[in-house]
C-alpha cells in the first residue's frame, strides 16, 4: 500500500489514477458503504435499511463502462439481495463471515487477479481484502485503523455518495466517464440544464 490516504485525498494523484484505471471489478461491503451503517429494525423484527439513489445510478454506470461489480457482506438481507438485483450486480455473497475466502472464490469465479479489483470497506473485518486489491478504499465514518490503511478515503461518507465518488473516480481515470456524461447530455432537451 502507498502512504495512508487523508480525507478525499491520496498522497499521489498519479498513483490513485493508475490503480483506479487498473480496475475490472469494484466490490461493495455494504452496511456503512452503500448505507450509513445505521441499522434498523420494525416492530416485526424486519430489518430496515437506506440506499442512496446516487451511489445506485453511480453503480449502474460503472457497469456499463465495461467494470463488474459485486457485493461482498457479513451481514445477510433479503434487502440487499433485492437491492442488488435493481442494480445488476450479479455477484453477490451474504452472511460471509471470512471475507478474504468470499473474496478468492470471486477472484477465480472472474479469473482475475487482485490488482484488478477495488474494495471499499469500513470495518476492520475488511482489511484482509483492502489488503490484497490494487484500489483499496474506505470512507470517512469508517474505523480508523481501516482509514489509515487504503489508498483513498472518500471526500462523501457511506451511504451519503461515497460509492458514486468511487464510481466516477473509476470511469475518469479509465477515460470513460466524459462518454458517459455526454451520453446524457445528448438526451437533454436544449434549455433545460
Known amino acids: 500500500m502507498t502512504t495512508p490516504a ?5 498522497a499521489d ?10 480496475v475490472r471489478l469494484m466490490i461493495f461491503d455494504v452496511d456503512g458503504i452503500l448505507t450509513d451503517g445505521g441499522l434498523l429494525y420494525g ?3 424486519e430489518q430496515l435499511k437506506r440506499f442512496n439513489a446516487l451511489d445506485g445510478h453511480g453503480i449502474k454506470q460503472l457497469q456499463q463502462s465495461g467494470v463488474a461489480t459485486a457485493i ?3 451481514r445477510q438481507s433479503a434487502i440487499v439481495s433485492r437491492r442488488a438485483s435493481d442494480l445488476g450486480i450479479a455477484h453477490v455473497q451474504q452472511g460471509v463471515h471470512d471475507k478474504h475466502a468470499a473474496f478468492v472464490k470471486l477472484l477465480e469465479q472472474l479469473q482475475l487477479a487482485p490488482d484488478a479489483c477495488g474494495f471499499i470497506g469500513d470495518d476492520v473485518i475488511d482489511l484482509p481484502i483492502l489488503s490484497q486489491v490494487g484500489f483499496a478504499v474506505s470512507v470517512p465514518n469508517g474505523h480508523a485503523d481501516v ?3 487504503v489508498h483513498y478515503v472518500t471526500q462523501a461518507g457511506g ?6 465518488e468511487i464510481c466516477d473516480l473509476i470511469m475518469q481515470a479509465q477515460n470513460t466517464y466524459a462518454a458517459t456524461l455526454a451520453s446524457y447530455l445528448r438526451t ?4 433545460v440544464a
Do not use: N, W
Open 13 to 22: 494523484p498519479a498513483d490513485l489514477t493508475a490503480r483506479a484505471a487498473r
Open 159 to 164: 451511504g451519503h455518495g461515497a460509492a458514486r
Open 188 to 191: 437533454t432537451p436544449s434549455g
Open 72 to 74: 461482498i457482506s457479513a
Open 147 to 149: 482509514r489509515s490503511r
Open 43 to 45: 416492530a416485526d423484527g
Open 6 to 10: 487523508k480525507h478525499g485525498r491520496i
